[in-house]
């Protein structure tokens, strides 16, 4: 299978290149990124010189870039990770960038992957689509709950999908979407919530917390969402949609406290400001479908990933100073 992996250079599209040329050797993997400031080519050093893997720079709303890149590759299936993913930055650094890459780019792939005659494309996606459940409430997310997001990243997400199922009504076009819970692991960008945590308590820095820290979000992590992306793209059905959940919810008050413990850091160090606005109280994923469809079930206990991954970024510090310098260069009034 030729893969096209759009946004593979980020967080989970690296460690899904990794993931899929480490289980098959008949892949051949084209990851098309734009490298934007949490594109990151230093995720991928351990494969680069993989004679089945290439690298192509390029933004995926760039219509004569998707197409020659298509061309080129004669890519069977393409797998959606291109995203502009901060939630604070959608809602405070103005949100056009989101609706660019997020709503009008997954188009791009719709119109190409037409063009181009790909058989397959996976647009990944993410349960903030789906809004805000009440904190005490039993409920979660399926795949049939109502799109009703509450930010801008979340409203740019929903376009795309959106697109994604118009695309499969309208033209037949084989697209899957899959809506994810949050993901932690290795290499990710630390504006996220975890490694934000982490590097602030290993420099006795305050932990801030809004709101009143109960807001609680489904963790899952990264290596199981690579495994449910690709039992969605090798054994997933056209014009359906999969939620990707482990039944892990956490409040991110939780989470700060196991990252103080585990880094033998004080309590004291929490700190809680203001909360943002639209702040979804709680997240929560009923993946019963691709469990039961697709046989997918994770692997990975959260007591023992979640200290597995503040060892890497402990151990890697050199790999987030790097970063930061490239962040600060490419958007200074991101540093």
């Known amino acids: 299978m030729r893969l096209l992996v759009t946004g593979g250079a980020g967080f989970i599209g690296s460690n899904f290149i990794r993931y899929i040329l480490g289980k098959y050797q008949e892949v051949a993997v084209i990851n098309f990124d734009k490298l934007t400031y949490a594109g990151n080519l230093d995720n991928l050093t351990n494969i680069s010189d993989d004679k089945r893997y290439k690298f192509v720079q390029g933004d995926i709303a760039d219509e004569a870039a998707v ?84 930010m801008p990243y979340a409203a740019a997400k929903a376009g795309g999908d959106m697109l994604a199922r118009a695309a499969f009504k309208t033209y037949s076009a084989d697209v899957r ?66 939620n990707i959940g482990v039944n892990n919810e956490r409040s991110n008050l939780e989470i700060a406290k196991m990252i103080l413990a585990q880094l033998g850091k004080p309590d004291s160090l929490l700190t809680f400001v203001a909360d943002r606005p639209g702040h979804d109280r709680r997240y929560a994923i009923n ?49």
């Open 67 to 150: 197409n020659q890149v298509l061309k080129k590759s004669q890519a069977e299936a393409i797998v959606n990770f291109a995203a502009e993913t901060h939630v604070d930055r959608s809602i405070h650094s103005g949100n056009r960038d989101f609706v660019l890459t997020n709503t009008l780019g997954v188009q791009t792939l719709l119109d190409a992957m037409r063009r181009h005659d790909v058989k397959t494309m996976v647009q990944v996606s993410t349960d903030e689509v789906y809004g805000s459940l009440e904190l005490e409430s039993k409920d979660s997310f399926s795949e049939d709950t109502p799109l009703t997001p509450n």
């Open 177 to 242: 979407v899959t809506h994810c819970s949050n993901n932690y692991g290795p290499y990710q960008f630390p504006e996220k919530l975890i490694p934000f945590f982490i590097f602030k308590a290993l420099k006795n820095e305050p932990l801030p917390l809004y709101g009143d820290g109960k807001n609680v979000r489904d963790w899952i992590y990264v290596l199981d969402h690579c495994a449910a992306i690709d039992a969605v793209l090798r054994k997933g059905k056209a014009g359906e949609v999969y």
């Open 287 to 335: 993946s019963a479908k691709i469990e039961r469809t697709l046989g997918w079930h994770p692997q990975y206990k959260f007591e023992q990933a979640i200290k597995e991954t503040i060892r890497w970024y402990q151990e890697n510090a050199e790999w987030v100073k790097k970063l930061e310098l490239r962040r600060a260069e490419m958007n200074p009034h991101l540093a």
